[in-house]
């Protein structure tokens, strides 16, 4: 069964920083493509960022130069580096797995809510 775990949400104030990671258990990312979503209060779900496994990667227009994504040395954690936060960045963040960024999503964590102050 795959399992995905996120992890780092909280409060923060508007220009800080946040770093999300997502859990792998009992596999690597190796092979996969992996990506963040968020859904905001009252909105649909979006892409954030996307990472291939040929290691391409896409962004979304709004949080481009300001997110990173990024998968840790055992490659079995995945990350997101958010910083100069909004307050229009403040959703709930999944990270999901799947066999291509261009092809969607086939599993996906249980999130883990980001609150940007203003």
């Known amino acids: 069964e795959v399992q995905l775990v996120e992890s780092g949400g909280g409060l923060v104030q508007a220009g800080g920083s946040l770093r999300l990671s997502c859990a792998a258990a009992g596999f690597t990312f190796d092979d996969y493509a992996i990506g963040w979503f968020r859904q905001a209060p009252g909105k649909e779900r979006e892409g954030v960022s996307c990472?291939?496994?040929?290691?391409?990667?896409s962004y979304a227009d709004s949080v481009k130069g300001r997110f990173t994504i990024s998968i840790g040395v055992a490659r079995n954690t995945m990350y997101l580096q958010m910083n100069s936060l909004k307050s229009e960045d403040t959703a709930v963040y999944y990270c999901?797995?799947?066999?291509?960024?261009?092809?969607?999503?086939?599993?996906w964590g249980k999130g883990t809510l980001v609150t940007v102050s203003s």
């Open positions: 999901a797995l799947g066999l291509d960024c261009k092809y969607g999503m086939d599993y």
């Open positions: 990472l291939n496994s040929d290691g391409s990667t």
